[in-house]
């Protein structure tokens, strides 16, 4: 079991942001293959009862990742994630957004703009997320859709799934 599983998250309404961290018992390689890899990522990106299946994933900048989360009674909620910065094991930043099948926007639900940092500390893997929203409305919208929650719950999965794989 990790021993690093505690999240800490805080919101910055100033700036329309939510920031995490969460620390891996797992080293840098591995946790960036699971973030990188669609397999891996459909593996652990939902929280449960759903799952996520993968449409497409191009991992480059100007890339774009394309995956349904898919509830228990298999209705799909498209997302998407437009790859802007990728620094091989140290950050990936997107433009998040619900979408259609085919990748375009659709509107109702805040976007958000992710920057994923990775840094080891002797085998130890801290993963610091920041999400940027564009108005406090947007902010508020994610929290209220039980991001912190369903996130806990996504790298508890990803945390399953690093402590299960060598």
Not at 130 to 159: P, Q, V, W
Request: aromatic share 10%.
């Amino acid at each position: 079991m990790n021993n690093h599983a505690s999240l800490d998250l805080s919101v910055n309404r100033a700036n329309n942001s939510i920031h995490i961290k969460r620390k891996f018992d797992a080293d840098l390689k591995k946790v960036w293959q699971a973030w990188s890899d669609p397999e891996l990522l459909d593996k652990w990106w939902a929280p449960k009862p759903y799952h996520i299946e993968t449409k497409s994933l191009d991992f480059k900048e100007g890339g774009r990742w394309l995956y349904a989360m898919v509830s228990p009674e298999n209705k799909k909620d498209w997302c998407k994630a437009d790859y802007k910065i990728i620094k091989p094991l140290k950050s990936i930043s997107w433009l998040d957004a619900f979408c259609d099948e085919e990748g375009n926007d659709t509107s109702g639900k805040p976007n958000s703009f992710w920057t994923i940092v990775f840094t080891e500390d002797n085998g130890t893997t801290t993963v610091a997320t920041t999400l940027r929203h564009g108005s406090i409305t947007d902010l508020d919208n994610m929290i209220e859709m039980g991001f912190k929650e369903g996130y806990e719950m996504a790298l508890s999965n990803l945390d399953g799934l690093l402590s299960n794989t060598e």
